[in-house]
């Protein structure tokens, strides 16, 4: 009998980072007069987007409870042995354990042009906050990415999928192929 597969593994992990985020909310929106907002993007006091980095991305946060922006962090993730395989025929992936809303990359092969990588943030993102909630009450937006550096000849990023769904996870594979990347190490994070 085989273990599981790609896509079920994907799904806990996601899930396992919903489940604390919907704990935080339901928390928060335990306290009197709570007007808690899920998932909103950082802006400036004119109400741009707040941007930064080479790649001069935006970010969220998981929650503002009307005072304070509130990160939430996994605590749980799921144990499975690494495993390789290829992305469309060509990208070579090594998959380690990750949390879904800390999950360190690794890409090797030349230096490349960003545009794949920033297009594909700028879809799960949702600049202009016209997704609506869905069912669990979270908006499938990616909440950051980390600006690639530089690690002997690769490049290392770090991905906050907040609550995006797995087909993000899919279309960021997507994207490291249109980079050119030839192997992508996913996770691995240190305890």
Do not use: N
């Not at 985020?21 to 707040?50: N, W, Y």
């Not at 930064?52 to 304070?68: I, K, N, Q, V, Y």
């Not at 993730?77 to 809303?101: C, K």
């Not at 899919?170 to 994207?175: G, W």
């Amino acid at each position: 009998m085989s273990g599981p597969t790609l896509g079920q593994i994907l799904d806990r992990i996601r899930e396992l980072y919903i489940e604390h985020l919907d704990a935080a909310l339901t928390e928060a929106m335990k306290m009197p007069g709570a007007q808690v907002i899920v998932e909103p993007a950082f802006r400036t006091k004119t109400g741009d987007l707040a941007r930064e980095g080479a790649l001069s991305l935006p970010l969220r946060c998981d929650l503002f409870d009307g005072t304070t922006m509130v990160r939430v962090d996994s605590t749980r993730r799921i144990s499975f042995e690494p495993f390789d395989f290829a992305w469309a025929g060509s990208l070579q992936v090594r998959m380690e354990p990750f949390f879904w809303d800390s999950c360190p990359l690794r890409l090797e092969g030349p230096r490349p042009a960003w545009t794949p990588l920033t297009d594909w943030f700028a879809r799960w993102f949702d600049e202009a906050d016209r997704r609506a909630p869905a069912y669990d009450g979270f908006y499938g937006v990616i909440h950051f990415l980390s600006d690639p550096a530089p690690s002997g000849a690769a490049f290392e990023t770090s991905v906050d999928f907040g609550s995006a769904p797995v087909e993000a996870f899919e279309q960021l594979l997507d994207a490291a192929q249109a980079l050119g990347a030839r192997r992508l190490r996913i996770g691995g994070a240190k305890e």
